[in-house]
């Protein structure tokens, strides 16, 4: 499955397409499919269809096949990324950066789904500021390579935005998931602590332009594009 939503919904309360929450995600799917995603919280379908057995959603992301999955970044409604789960074995909880917005539900979906927490230990001091006491189990570093349902995901470390940013890129499926590096139209932000503007652009430049520019940039926030 492939979805993208939003922790929102339009002033008429209805989903991207004409979706209400409740709808069957996949309008391919038949209502008594156990692997249709439901829509039972505010979010914002803005696509949905029916490919592989991957699922993408807007902030927090599961990726992976009807046996098992990663969650990349874990905000704040973690009975949400439960039902994005949907049962699956979870081998991670991969976090782009530690702002709270993207690792505030990281510890409770770990002891939920009995999964480690990875995070780049440049950004352990911002991770403090939201977990003082439960640190990230595992490290990401630049180079690493994580295997996924047979699908490869590569650790690009992209700092500027935090000093630990990392972006996670699946050669396989042309797509790479950009936490808050780099967004529709531009780089992320860097008015926060520990953030920096010349660092970011080199980033961008050094590892994420290099990429093929077909490749589709699933971002934290806002709507997907290509690099």
Do not use: K
């Not at 995600?25 to 269809?49: G, K």
């Not at 690792?103 to 352990?124: E, I, M, N, S, W």
């Amino acid at each position: 499955y492939l979805a993208d939503v939003e922790a929102s919904l339009d002033p008429d309360g209805l989903l991207a397409g004409g979706y209400q929450l409740g709808d069957w995600l996949d309008p391919a799917a038949p209502p008594d499919d156990p692997r249709a995603a439901r829509a039972d919280r505010a979010v914002l379908a803005t696509a949905c269809m029916y490919r592989t057995a991957d699922l993408a959603a807007r902030i927090a992301s599961v990726l992976g096949d009807d046996e098992e999955c990663v969650v990349i970044d874990a905000p704040h409604d973690s009975s949400a990324i439960q039902d994005l789960v949907a049962g699956r074995a979870v081998r991670g909880i991969l976090l782009t950066h530690a702002h709270d917005d993207h690792v505030g539900a990281a510890p409770d979906v770990a002891r939920q789904c009995d999964a480690l927490t990875y995070l780049h230990p440049d950004d352990q001091e911002l991770w403090r500021l939201t977990h003082a006491y439960t640190p990230p189990d595992r490290t990401l570093t630049d180079g690493q390579v994580l295997t996924v349902a047979g699908v490869e995901l590569h650790v690009l470390h992209t700092p500027g935005h935090s000093p630990g940013s990392v972006c996670l890129h699946a050669p396989s499926l042309g797509t790479v998931f950009t936490g808050d590096t780099l967004f529709q139209g531009g780089p992320g932000a860097t008015g926060r602590s520990f953030s920096d503007f010349p660092t970011i652009i080199a980033s961008i430049r050094d590892r994420l332009l290099t990429l093929p520019p077909e490749t589709v940039m699933r971002t934290g926030h806002g709507a997907n594009t290509t690099i």
